[in-house]
C-alpha cells in the first residue's frame, strides 16, 4: 500500500486549499481513511476521517466549517480542503488508511495502519 499526499504549500491567511492523497495497491473502495497534522513541536492530532461509505467524522473541538473531506473511489483519492486558512493550520498534513474491517471510521491513530508521508502547508500572516 502507498499513500501520496500533495497539495500543500506557502499560503496566505484566509486562502483555501485542498489537499490531495492518491492510493495504490489495495482495494481503496473498501477502506477508512483519515487526515492528521503535526505542528511544529507538537503532537500530530486528527484532523478528519471519512468511512468506506461516506461518512465524515471532524476533530473535536468542530474545526467550524473550516475542514471538508470527500473521497473519489474512482481515483483513488482523498481529498482535504481547507478554507479560511490561519496561522494555526500551519502543520504537515498527513494521510491514513484503516484497511480493517472495523465498522465506522475513527480518530485514533493507531487505527491506522498506513501513512502517507506527509505535504507541508504553510500559512502567512
Known amino acids: 500500500v502507498q499513500l501520496q499526499a500533495s497539495g500543500g504549500g506557502l499560503v496566505q491567511v484566509g486562502d483555501s486549499l485542498r489537499l490531495s492523497c492518491a492510493a495504490s495497491g489495495g482495494a481503496f473502495s473498501n477502506w477508512h481513511m483519515g487526515w492528521f497534522r503535526q505542528a511544529p513541536g507538537k503532537e500530530r492530532e486528527f484532523v478528519a476521517g471519512?468511512?468506506?461509505?461516506?461518512?465524515?467524522?471532524f476533530s473535536s473541538p468542530s474545526p467550524k466549517g473550516r475542514f471538508a473531506i470527500s473521497r473519489d473511489n474512482a481515483k483513488n483519492t482523498v481529498y482535504l480542503e481547507v478554507h479560511n486558512l490561519k496561522p494555526e493550520d500551519t502543520a504537515v498534513y498527513y494521510c491514513a488508511a484503516d484497511r480493517s474491517q472495523r465498522f465506522g471510521v475513527r480518530s485514533i491513530a493507531a487505527d491506522y495502519a498506513d501513512w502517507g508521508q506527509g505535504t507541508l502547508v504553510t500559512v502567512s500572516s
Open positions: 471519512i468511512s468506506r461509505n461516506g461518512g465524515t467524522i
